[in-house]
T-cell receptor, first 112, second 111 residues
């Protein structure tokens, strides 16, 4: 199993541009989520999904959009990038009812 | 509210020293508690977990005990190694499997 994979690893955007961060898992996990990591703030939940076709907002959802059309994929869309969205983004997954999530390697995003 | 507070870092120790990283949480009910570790340039890895009061999670020489009376989940290791240098995150799981993280503690172990 590849586990949780994320692409790209690095990305630089200009303010106002849009892009999609990809996340995929091959463990047949129902639950998937997106976090952002900022210095001194730990990780904060952006959006999550408990299964295909179901998504919900986390702590910091503004400026981000998600969809879950398949069990395997959970893309995160930045609609109009802002410098405040410069961060490292992590995707995670687990089976519903299990304890502990598996994290991907992260995407480092810089918005100029 | 629901939050996690971690001991501020960075922490610098010599090899074979004793490590404690404090973590306290606020919550209603009894959430599951975790320690995650992030090695340089990598994602987070689950280090250990505890799902109910008085549970002790352990892995790779690290331990943490779920203390309901003090709402704490302090991470300890008796003898750290250079390879333990990383950022350590305490976290709690709320309803809907959502994780709330502490700020992270950078640990550097010198030979």
């Amino acid at each position: 199993n590849a586990g949780v994979t994320q692409t790209p690893k690095f990305q630089v955007l200009k303010t106002g541009q849009s892009m999609t961060l990809q996340c995929a898992q091959d463990m047949n996990h129902e639950y998937m989520s997106w976090y952002r990591q900022d210095p001194g703030m730990g990780l904060r939940l952006i959006h999550y999904s408990v299964g295909a076709g179901i998504t919900d907002q986390g702590e910091v959802p503004n400026g981000y959009n998600v969809s879950r059309s398949t069990t395997e994929d959970f893309p995160l869309r930045l609609l109009s990038a802002a410098p405040s969205q410069t961060s490292v983004y992590f995707c995670a997954s687990k089976n519903n009812g299990h304890v502990g999530q598996f994290f991907g390697p992260g995407t480092r995003l810089t918005v100029l | 509210g629901n939050s996690v507070t971690q001991m501020e870092g960075p922490v610098t120790l010599s090899e074979e020293a004793f490590l404690t990283i404090n973590c306290t949480y606020t919550a209603t009910g009894y959430p599951s508690l975790f320690w995650y570790v992030q090695y340089p340039g990598e994602g987070l890895q689950l280090l250990l977990k505890a799902t109910k009061a008085d549970d002790k999670g352990s892995n790779k020489g690290f331990e943490a005990t779920y203390r309901k009376e003090t709402t704490s989940f302090h991470l300890e290791k008796g003898s750290v190694q250079v390879s333990d240098s990383a950022v350590y995150f305490c976290a709690r799981e709320t309803s809907g499997s959502r994780l709330t993280f502490g700020e992270g503690t950078q640990l550097t172990v010198n030979p």
